[in-house]
């Protein structure tokens, strides 16, 4: 009977590591049952050992999840799931820039804004809002605000 326990202990430690690698709450929920019932029949059968079993497979379970974890970060299948490269701009990584130079600028507008459009800028194409108007493309525009990538135009002769 004891190989019936250790075969449901290590069967439910498999099963909720496995859920790590493939989470979706069956493989964790039955390995957890299948911890459970192997602590319960040793309980059953060897009542004397009570405190001792409890302790032994809670030691086993934290120790089974520690071995887990640092197995899984050493090998191939962990290190594919897990991002190692460094968001560098010596690796063409760029934040994105700051559009706050372009309050006061003026540009004309490339199509209508009605009121989102896109506006030529200092020879580039922005996405750009009305501050409410309708704008006819080709009519000269002035950045009143940027918050984020929002760019906030109204008319040039406006103010």
């Known amino acids: 009977m004891v190989w019936w ?53 809670i030691i086993a379970v934290i120790a089974s999840i520690i071995v887990g974890f640092y197995l899984i970060a050493r090998s191939p299948l962990g290190k594919a799931m897990v991002l190692s490269d460094a968001q560098d701009p010596s690796k063409g990584w760029v934040s994105d820039e700051s559009n706050e130079s372009m309050v006061g600028k003026l540009g004309q507008v490339f199509t209508a804004l009605r009121p989102a459009g896109s506006i030529m800028l200092d020879g580039k194409k922005v996405n750009a809002v009305s501050s409410g108007d309708f704008i006819e493309d080709g009519a000269t525009v002035k950045v009143i605000e940027v918050r984020g990538n929002r760019v906030v135009v109204e008319p040039a002769a406006k103010r």
Do not use: K, N, Q, T
Request: one cysteine or more.
């Open 5 to 57: 326990i250790i075969l449901f202990f290590v069967s439910g430690i498999a099963l909720i590591l496995v859920e790590f690698i493939l989470p979706g709450l069956v493989c964790g929920i039955l390995g957890g049952i299948l911890v459970f019932v192997s602590c319960v029949i040793a309980l059953y059968w060897h009542p004397e050992h009570a405190v001792g079993i409890i302790l032994g497979e």
